[in-house]
């Protein structure tokens, strides 16, 4: 998930999906334990798509 396409997003869009983006994170971590990923860029990519969303929530909460 890009930037702008979270900026078009609403601050309560962008608090939903930082909470279903962590428990979906979390949830593939587990996974990964149990049985290896076969795709372990996708953690990282998912970390940088909640530090993005954590960004664009602080600049807004700053802002008003």
Do not use: G
């Not at 587990?30 to 929530?57: G, W």
Request: hydrophobic share 30%; charged share 35%.
């Amino acid at each position: 998930m890009q930037i702008s396409e979270i900026k078009e997003l609403t601050t309560e869009e962008i608090r939903e999906r930082i909470e279903a983006e962590q428990a979906s994170y979390q949830q593939k971590r587990i996974d990964h334990y149990v049985s290896p990923s076969e795709n372990p860029a996708a953690f990282k990519e998912q970390r940088r798509t909640i530090a993005r969303l954590k960004t664009v929530l602080a600049e807004r909460e700053t802002n008003n």
